[in-house]
T-cell receptor
Framework: GNSVTQMEGPVTLSEEAFLTINCTYT??????LFWYVQYPGEGLQLLLK?????DKGSNKGFEATYRKETTSFHLEKGSVQVSDSAVYFC??????????FGSGTRLQVQP | GAGVSQSPRYKVAKRGQDVALRCDPI?????LFWYQQALGQGPEFLTY????????KSGLPSDRFFAERPEGSVSTLKIQRTQQEDSAVYLC?????????????FGSGTRLTVV
């Protein structure tokens, strides 16, 4: 069946450090790929998306590239801030018109 | 409205009690989804509506769970005879369409605690 594997957290970084959160998925066909973010006490928000192979989604300094060959959609940011502390979810649209979410990766950024 | 609105924000139910959770999607959004998010986990799909039609209910964990969207706008998720394992945050999301490429707008969720 369809599944998503995210790196386990928490990921603890110092401010201005480089961030990578790995995500790989299994799905039939070529799904659209999403990263959602959940800030403390808030609902999930769409962070970025990519709809076809080699597309790069970007928002708020975060980027992720749709890698068809490796079925991956790793999230990166060059310089994290304390305000980026949140839980990040990778989510392919697996063709049933619903999203399959990973278990989430908690990011903690220390000043 | 400006966003997806869910109510109540918090609900404490005694085991065996019936509960009803409401979702008010963004006006004009055709697709509506319900997800269940257990503590420390990612959201799990429950059910999907396109307008008033429930097209997929394969994620509902038991026949105690029932969802409806009679006029293609507001939706209600009902849980009968609640059990402790039903304790979770229930998230509602809506989108313009259900095809790939559209991100969803989520509500803030209803945190259900069954005691």
């Amino acid at each position: 069946g369809n599944s998503v594997t995210q790196m386990e957290g928490p990921v603890t970084l110092s401010e201005e450090a480089f961030l990578t959160i790995n995500c790989t998925y299994t799905a039939t066909g070529y799904p659209s790929l999403f990263w959602y973010v959940q800030y403390p006490g808030e609902g999930l928000q769409l962070l970025l998306k990519a709809t076809k192979a080699d597309d790069k989604g970007s928002n708020k300094g975060f980027e992720a590239t749709y890698r068809k060959e490796t079925t991956s959609f790793h999230l990166e940011k060059g310089s994290v801030q304390v305000s980026d502390s949140a839980v990040y979810f990778c989510a392919p649209d697996t063709g049933r018109r619903a999203l399959t979410f990973g278990s989430g990766t908690r990011l903690q950024v220390q000043p | 409205g400006a966003g997806v609105s869910q109510s109540p924000r918090y609900k404490v139910a005694k085991r065996g009690q019936d509960v009803a959770l409401r979702c008010d999607p963004i006006s004009g959004h055709v697709s509506l989804f319900w997800y269940q998010q257990a503590l420390g986990q990612g959201p799990e799909f429950l059910t999907y509506f396109q307008n008033e039609a429930q097209l997929d209910k394969s994620g509902l964990p038991s026949d105690r769970f029932f969802a409806e969207r009679p006029e293609g706008s507001v939706s209600t998720l009902k849980i009968q005879r609640t059990q402790q394992e039903d304790s979770a945050v229930y998230l509602c999301a809506s989108s313009l369409a259900g095809q790939g490429g559209y991100g969803y707008t989520f509500g803030s969720g209803t945190r259900l605690t069954v005691v």
